[in-house]
């Protein structure tokens, strides 16, 4: 069974910009979160979606968003990028429960903004 | 609100010897407990969880954690170190019956190298 896959892996903006990442969940998960991932705050929740329907949200400013399609791909996307934005960027899926279930994690997508 | 702390930011220890992360948690009642480890190059990977019952819980890869309410702690542990044990390892903890309201709270991770 094929993993999490985020694409891209690797993304460069400029301050301003927006930018929409990609996750591919494993096949018969419906849950899928997003995470930032930095040096100094480590692991922060982004937001959680199931069945296309966001399901919980972290504090980030409303620049953050996310959705969900029909197959359980999902996509975020954070315009007027700001340099306190580079990261990376997890996303991770799980059955039905979330992220009380056993989550399975992707690669992550490393943000620079520069 | 929840939090969580490892109070150690790295560890490096010989191969075959006995490991010890350390996660202490600030909560009213029983959290969820999780460890994570995350390896070079790879996603991040459940190794166990404590939800209730039995507060010596055994996990993937030969780790095993102890749940101490008194101590306010989840420590993980191996008895033999391997050189693929070198990761970052994170703990995390969600308040139960949060409903549609689940967020893990994690820790900043401790990062372990292994020495041959």
């Known amino acids: 069974k094929a993993g999490v896959t985020q694409t891209p892996r690797y993304l460069i903006k400029t301050r301003g910009q927006q930018v929409t990442l990609s996750c591919s969940p494993i096949?018969?998960?419906?849950?899928v979160s997003w995470y930032q991932q930095t040096p100094g705050q480590g692991l922060q929740f982004l937001f959680e979606?199931?069945?296309?329907?966001?399901?919980n949200k972290g504090n980030f400013p409303g620049r953050f968003s996310g959705r969900q399609f029909s197959n359980s791909r999902s996509e975020m996307n954070v315009s007027t990028l700001e340099l306190g934005d580079s990261a990376l960027y997890l996303c991770?899926?799980?059955?039905?429960?979330?992220?009380?279930?056993?989550?399975?994690f992707g690669p992550g997508t490393r943000l620079t903004v520069t | 609100a929840q939090s969580v702390t490892q109070p150690d930011i790295h560890i490096t220890v010989s191969e075959g010897a006995s490991l010890e992360l350390r996660c202490n948690y600030s909560?009213?009642?029983?959290?969820?407990l999780f460890w994570y480890v995350q390896s070079p190059g790879q996603g991040l990977q459940l190794l166990l969880k404590?939800?209730?019952?039995d507060t010596l819980v055994q996990g993937i890869k030969g780790f095993e954690a102890e749940f101490k309410r008194s101590q306010s702690s989840f420590n993980l542990r191996k008895p033999s170190v391997h050189w693929s044990d070198a990761a970052e390892y994170f703990c995390?903890?969600?308040?139960?019956?949060?409903?549609?309201?689940?967020?893990?709270?994690w820790g900043l991770g401790t990062s372990l190298a292994v020495n041959p």
């Open positions: 404590y939800f209730s019952g």
């Open positions: 995390a903890v969600g308040a139960p019956h949060a409903g549609n309201n689940r967020k893990l709270i």
């Open positions: 979606y199931f069945s296309e329907t966001q399901r």
């Open positions: 991770a899926s799980s059955l039905g429960q979330g992220q009380y279930d056993e989550q399975y």
């Open positions: 909560y009213g009642a029983t959290p969820y």
């Open positions: 096949s018969g998960h419906r849950s």
